[in-house]
T-cell receptor, first 112, second 116 residues
Framework: GNSVTQMEGPVTLSEEAFLTINCTYTATGYPSLFWYVQYPGEGLQLLLKATKADDKGSNKGFEATYRKETTSFHLEKGSVQVSDSAVYFCALSVDSWGKLQFGAGTQVVVTP | EAQVTQNPRYLITVTGKKLTVTCSQNMNHEYMSWYRQDPGLGLRQIYYSMNVEVTDKGDVPEGYKVSRKEKRNFPLILESPSPNQTSLYFC???????????????FGPGTRLTVT
């Protein structure tokens, strides 16, 4: 079946540090890949996505590249802020309706 | 403002007492779904609906019911809640469409349910 594996958290960083959250997947067919972010007390928001191999999704300084050869979609940001403290979910979809298969989530804590 | 609303946001109940969590969206979306979020497991889909009167099971449907009588509403019903249904629940909606990866899903703020 389809599955998503994320690095466990929490990840604690100082402001302006470099952030990487690893995400790998197993899927039949050609999935679309997503990163969702959940700020404290809120629902999930789409952060970025990529729909085919070698695509790079980017938003708010975050980037992730769809790597088919390593079945990965790692999230990166060059300089984090306290406001980036949240839980980040990697997800995939293999159907055209967009049903999402989520990873377990990674909590990121950025300290001043 | 485009949004998905859920009520209640917090609910504490006892085993066996029927409850309903409401979900409503104002974006005219065809596709709606319910997820539960549990530590270490991420979000798992409970039920989904592709349009009015069209619903189907997701990955963890046991103990839940849904209905879709109107396009904007998609209530989640727990007829006889049990402690293992203690969780954080999210409703989501998106446009209908045959597109690679589907369309962006919009999530509600969540309902934290505790069953004692």
């Amino acid at each position: 079946g389809n599955s998503v594996t994320q690095m466990e958290g929490p990840v604690t960083l100082s402001e302006e540090a470099f952030l990487t959250i690893n995400c790998t997947y197993t899927a039949t067919g050609y999935p679309s890949l997503f990163w969702y972010v959940q700020y404290p007390g809120e629902g999930l928001q789409l952060l970025l996505k990529a729909t085919k191999a070698d695509d790079k999704g980017s938003n708010k300084g975050f980037e992730a590249t769809y790597r088919k050869e390593t079945t990965s979609f790692h999230l990166e940001k060059g300089s984090v802020q306290v406001s980036d403290s949240a839980v980040y979910f990697c997800a995939l979809s293999v159907d055209s309706w967009g049903k999402l298969q989520f990873g377990a989530g990674t909590q990121v804590v950025v300290t001043p | 403002e485009a949004q998905v609303t859920q009520n209640p946001r917090y609910l504490i109940t006892v085993t066996g007492k029927k409850l309903t969590v409401t979900c409503s969206q104002n974006m005219n979306h065809e596709y709606m779904s319910w997820y539960r979020q549990d530590p270490g497991l991420g979000l798992r889909q409970i039920y989904y609906s592709m349009n009015v009167e069209v619903t189907d099971k997701g990955d963890v449907p046991e103990g839940y019911k849904v209905s879709r009588k109107e396009k904007r509403n998609f209530p989640l019903i727990l007829e006889s809640p049990s402690p293992n249904q203690t969780s954080l629940y999210f409703c989501a909606s998106s446009l209908k469409g045959l597109r690679q990866g589907g369309y962006e899903q919009y999530f509600g703020p969540g309902t934290r349910l505790t069953v004692t």
